[in-house]
Structures are given as structure tokens and as C-alpha cells.
Nanobody
Framework: VQLQASGGGLVQAGGSLRLSCAAS????????MGWFRQAPGKDREFVAA????????YYADSVKGRFTISRDNAKNTLYLQMNSLKPEDTAVYYC???????????????????WGQGTKVTVSS
């Protein structure tokens, strides 16, 4: 599985961004997907996950109500719509694939087998 994240950038607090993650190398509907982020000097943390079928999601409490994870299985693409951004959302965002099909996937980075290269999001105050 190859994952390519994009869509990061600089945005003011209160603004929005949409991240994308293009997947290839294996049938997209055979794995769950997640977004993680890592701020400077901090551990990688879970943001959101979506089931392989697209009909179930869950979120970290810190982003619930502001971020929306989705997937277009016809386009082999994962998305993260981020609204009402805060300076504390500043981080490098990574998409990841879990090939186990179990649901929900535990919120640990080590549960995911494949990772994209990351896209940087900076939110200015």
C-alpha cells in the first residue's frame, strides 16, 4: 500500500483546510484508514479513523465536532475536512492504513501498517 498525503498549508485560526490521501497498491476497500498528527516535540497522536466500508467513523475528543473524516472508495482517496482550526492543531498530519478489517481500530499508531509521508498544517493565531 502506498499513501500520498496532501493539502496542508498555513491558515488563520478559525479557518478551514481539507487534507487528502491518495492510496494505491491494494484494493482500497479492504482496509480501514486513519489520520494522525505530530506536533514538534510531541508524540504522534490519533485524530480520526474510518471503517473500510465508509459507514463508521470515530474521532479524538480534541477534534470532535470540528473535523470530518471521509473516504471516496471509487477514487481511492481519504479526506480530512478541518474546520474551526486552532493554533494547537498545528502539526504534521499523516494518513495511515490498517489492513486488519477489525473495527474499531485501537487508537494507537502501531496498529497501522502503512503510512503516508505527512503534510504540514500550520494554524496562526
Amino acid at each position: 500500500v502506498q499513501l500520498q498525503a496532501s493539502g496542508g498549508g498555513l491558515v488563520q485560526a478559525g479557518g478551514s483546510l481539507r487534507l487528502s490521501c491518495a492510496a494505491s497498491g491494494r484494493t482500497f476497500t479492504t482496509y480501514n484508514m486513519g489520520w494522525f498528527r505530530q506536533a514538534p516535540g510531541k508524540d504522534r497522536e490519533f485524530v480520526a479513523a474510518i471503517k473500510w466500508s465508509g459507514d463508521a467513523t470515530y474521532y479524538a475528543d480534541s477534534v470532535k465536532g470540528r473535523f470530518t473524516i471521509s473516504r471516496d472508495n471509487a477514487k481511492n482517496t481519504l479526506y480530512l475536512q478541518m474546520n474551526s482550526l486552532k493554533p494547537e492543531d498545528t502539526a504534521v498530519y499523516y494518513c495511515a492504513a490498517d489492513l486488519s478489517i477489525r473495527w474499531p481500530v485501537p487508537q494507537r499508531a502501531l496498529e497501522y501498517e502503512y503510512w503516508g509521508q505527512g503534510t504540514k498544517v500550520t494554524v496562526s493565531s
